[in-house]
């Protein structure tokens, strides 16, 4: 049970940061309402993540599962983009 909280922080980080990739990418080629969209899915999932982390200071599993999210996020980010493509001119 102990893993539990390590686990769901670091799928809801790699989950909040492939978002905010994606909602820079709207915002960039100008589609406002998706990145709009985007951005409040995004907001919630980190208010989440970041409550579970200061709920739980002593356990730096949960700090690292946190910090390690971001960067797989940013990875799984990049990759989604590829896939939709919409980062090309």
Excluded at 12 to 36: M, Q, V
Excluded at 51 to 77: E, K, R
Aim: aromatic letters at 8%; charged letters at 10%.
């Amino acid at each position: 049970m102990i893993a539990f909280i390590p686990i769901v922080i670091l799928i809801a980080r790699i989950g909040e940061a492939a978002l905010e990739t994606i909602r820079t990418i709207y915002i960039s080629k100008g589609h406002a309402n998706l990145a709009a969209c985007v951005g409040i899915i995004k907001t919630g999932i980190r208010l989440i993540s970041t409550g579970l982390v200061l709920t739980n200071l002593p356990d730096y599993w949960n700090l690292f599962a946190y910090l390690a999210g971001y960067g797989l996020g940013t990875l799984a980010g990049m990759q989604i983009e590829n896939i939709i493509s919409i980062g090309y001119v």
